[in-house]
């Protein structure tokens, strides 16, 4: 079995207009709801064996805070730069890529990919996966090459408004 974590970055901030997308940070909000959502996920006892990010400031930082709460070793992420604003087939391909010794992945990226992937893996219909969203799956595989579209199972859907 293998478990996929996809998480959106946290609300980025637009107060510098001289940034790229690329290089903005995230804003006071995202700052904020990056950690709770790091120690939500925490108190559910989660521990990826891999945090795998866009290289993007907003995500990375989002994956940063987020490993700080679970206690992941930040030496240990890993950045791709194809994760930057893909869409649900090249994220597809990023999964395919990933080593089987890893049980569960947790994967931070951007929208619209992040929700037209997740929707596509379990055949959800979540309109919009919210910034700092999280949304879980399980596959009933060995290998991650073996992740299909439609082949995945909810196992739960947590963003910082649903308290």
Request: proline fraction near 5%; charge should be negative.
């Amino acid at each position: 079995m293998k478990i996929l974590y996809l998480v959106r970055h946290a609300k980025s901030s637009w107060e510098d207009q001289s940034l790229s997308d690329f290089q903005r940070p995230l804003n006071p909000r995202g700052e904020r709801d990056a950690p709770d959502m790091g120690h939500r996920l925490m108190k559910m006892g989660i521990m990826p064996d891999l945090m795998l990010s866009s290289p993007a400031v907003r995500a990375i930082t989002t994956c940063e805070t987020i490993a700080d709460q679970l206690g992941y070793a930040k030496d240990q992420i890993e950045k791709d730069k194809a994760i930057y604003h893909a869409g649900e087939f090249k994220l597809l391909e990023v999964v395919h890529e990933i080593n089987d010794h890893v049980k569960s992945l947790m994967l931070f990226g951007h929208n619209p990919g992040i929700t037209e992937f997740a929707n596509a893996l379990t055949n959800s219909s979540i309109d919009n996966i919210p910034t700092c969203g999280v949304f879980a799956c399980s596959f009933d595989i060995i290998h991650w090459s073996d992740v299909q579209l439609g082949n995945g199972k909810l196992l739960f859907y947590d963003y910082p408004k649903n308290q």
